[in-house]
Nanobody, 114 residues
Framework: QVQLVETGGGLVQPGGSLRLSCAATGTIFNFDVMGWYRQAPGKERELVARIFRDSNRAYADSVKGRFTISRGDAKNTVYLEMNSLKPEDTAVYYC????????WGRGTQVTVSS
């Protein structure tokens, strides 16, 4: 069984930076896709960034040039480096791994406010 645990959320001022981490525990696979989604109050969950097994990356237009997704050497961890944060980045961020089925973390709150 796979469990995903996110860490690194918090409160940051506009223009600041945060780094989110997500680690898979339990049965570890060579995941096909590892990614981050977010959900703001009253809005649908949306894709932020994802990295594929071949290391290709994809980003939402709203975060291109500001966020960077990367994978740890052990390949059971994914990171999201977030720079130049804006109030509209405020949301609960969820990690999402895919291998045969989809796995979700419980989420970590990111609040961008002065």
């Amino acid at each position: 069984q796979v469990q995903l645990v996110e860490t690194g959320g918090g409160l940051v001022q506009p223009g600041g930076s945060l780094r989110l981490s997500c680690a898979a525990t339990g049965t570890i696979f060579n995941f096909d896709v590892m990614g981050w989604y977010r959900q703001a109050p009253g809005k649908e969950r949306e894709l932020v960034a994802r990295i594929f097994r071949d290391s290709n990356r994809a980003y939402a237009d709203s975060v291109k040039g500001r966020f960077t997704i990367s994978r740890g050497d052990a390949k059971n961890t994914v990171y999201l480096e977030m720079n130049s944060l804006k109030p509209e980045d405020t949301a609960v961020y969820y990690c999402n791994f895919v291998h045969v089925q989809i796995y979700w973390g419980r989420g970590t709150q990111v609040t961008v406010s002065s």
